[in-house]
């Protein structure tokens, strides 16, 4: 199973910080943010790593983190040049390094401190499918995909940004993958916001009923404005110092 973190994007809701280096690279306490899902990776057992990034900050990225050895992981680069493309488009670049394996995909700006890989052992041996995770929140439920489930955690609906939403479950950066994917992205079309949807590609998992869900106690997007990447750094340092993170 390989790796992917998607670490592209304008993060236009975080200049004047970001007119100068790419969100992921910013510092969440002691470490660069994209650190803390490179850990979550290796925890999770998974060796081989690319890394999508944009191409005006590629060099950064190569720079800070190398080959990986210094992680005992193995990266690699792609580069997503439409920075608006979406994270389906984003996913679909690394059809080359990962054609034919199944795939964990986790956005470059999501903290969490769930280890992933007891999840990963066992969708390995899944035959096809796909994995979504699930957080719930209090408020803010238009900015995110709205997981709607049954009493036995089985996915009945993901709405994108919903006026009235049916769950108080919302869909995170962490999504595990069959090796059908590739050619499920092929078959998307773009949103309304000239995006490749990743809710489109996990509802298409979800008409074939092989899409399941799973909830994790806490997790922040670092990325979507300053007040989450404050809180992201305290929580952070919390964590840390509790030594229920890395």
Request: neutral net charge.
């Amino acid at each position: 199973m390989k790796g992917i973190i998607l670490a592209g994007g304008l993060a236009t809701r975080l200049r004047p910080l970001t007119w100068v280096t790419n969100k992921h690279l910013l510092p969440i306490y002691n470490k660069p943010m994209i650190y803390y899902p490179i850990m979550a990776m290796k925890k999770a057992g998974i060796t081989d790593v690319l890394i999508s990034t944009s191409p005006d900050h590629a060099g950064d990225f190569a720079e800070l983190l190398k080959d990986g050895s210094e992680f005992g992981l193995k990266f690699y680069y792609s580069i997503q040049s439409n920075p608006k493309g979406g994270i389906a488009n984003a996913i679909g670049l690394a059809e080359n390094y990962a054609r034919g394996d199944k795939i964990l995909v986790i956005l470059g700006d999501n903290i969490f401190g769930y280890n992933l890989k007891k999840d990963v052992e066992e969708f390995i041996n899944k035959k096809k499918g796909a994995i979504i995770y699930g957080v719930k929140i209090k408020n803010n439920f238009k900015q995110y995909g709205i997981i709607q489930l049954d009493k036995k955690n089985n996915v009945l609906s993901i709405e994108e940004k919903p006026e009235n939403p049916k769950s108080d479950i919302a869909q995170i950066g962490i999504y595990m993958y069959d090796e059908r994917v590739f050619d499920f992205i092929k078959k998307l079309k773009p949103s309304d916001r000239g995006e490749l949807e990743v809710t489109d590609l996990n509802n298409l998992y979800l008409k074939e009923k092989t899409l399941t869900c799973k909830i994790i106690d806490w997790w922040i997007d670092a990325g979507t404005s300053h007040d989450e990447l404050l809180r992201a750094n305290n929580l952070a340092a919390e964590k840390i110092y509790n030594h229920e993170l890395e």
